[in-house]
């Protein structure tokens, strides 16, 4: 090589995003600055949760590099940075996207995106509280926010689309991933008031505590014998 190597850039990129409710209308902002230059990043969808929005902020951010660069990336996502930096995320997709023996990872095709963009960039994450009074941090909570309250968003086809919906990857055991925000989802008794008609029950029902999320698990489902519930 001839003449003096360029200097690999450095950039620092700060991120945030979020839905109201979760799951539900939901917008990202991001702050990428070089320098004296800073730039603003934002946009929304119509229906997706809020680690989309985490997720989708790092990678918009990173997208818009045109050269790899040396990035220093802060956002307030505990699931972004710890799945980055404790090497969660690059495990799972080593073991085919399985986050362990019976819960496949949610958001596949984010991890993958940001994965590649992470080989193409070298990338520190870095988490900071939110809402602590950073300014930059601040800053794209209002992005995303404002963004997550226009009209006509499009629809985040990823996650309306998502493969972890599929059969082979139903919401069955308690503990498992809720496929709306993945936060593990707990097993709940229902009241039984047998209605006119009715030829069954739940014995239980698997319920996502965070975003009240309902799954029917068919193996608990049971047939009364008689118009009487015992």
Not at 71 to 76: A, F
Not at 170 to 176: C, H, V
């Amino acid at each position: 090589m001839t003449g003096e190597q360029e200097q690999v850039k450095e950039v620092t990129i700060f991120t945030d995003g979020g839905c109201e409710p979760n799951p539900g209308p939901g917008g990202y902002g991001v702050i990428l600055i070089y320098g004296n230059t800073q730039k603003e990043l934002t946009g929304g969808f119509s229906l997706t949760t809020n680690n989309r929005m985490e997720l989708f902020a790092a990678i918009a951010g990173l997208q818009a590099l045109k050269f790899p660069c040396m990035v220093k990336l802060y956002s307030d996502s505990k699931y972004l940075v710890d799945s980055m930096t404790k090497g969660w995320a690059q495990k799972w997709r080593e073991n085919g996207w399985w986050r362990n023996k019976k819960a496949k990872a949610s958001n596949i095709d984010l991890w993958e995106k940001l994965i590649a963009l992470c080989n193409k960039h070298q990338v520190e994450f870095e988490w900071v509280k939110g809402h602590a009074g950073l300014g930059a941090n601040e800053r794209c909570d209002e992005l995303s926010m404002t963004a997550l309250k226009q009209p006509n968003l499009p629809a985040d086809e990823g996650y309306e689309q998502r493969p972890e919906d599929s059969s082979a990857s139903k919401i069955t055991q308690e503990g498992q991933s809720c496929r709306k925000c993945s936060t593990p989802v707990v097993k709940k008794v229902p009241r039984r008031k047998q209605k006119p008609a009715q030829t069954y029950y739940y014995e239980y029902y698997l319920y996502c505590p965070n975003c009240r999320t309902m799954y029917m698990v068919e193996e608990a489902k049971r047939y009364f014998e008689n118009k009487t519930m015992l």
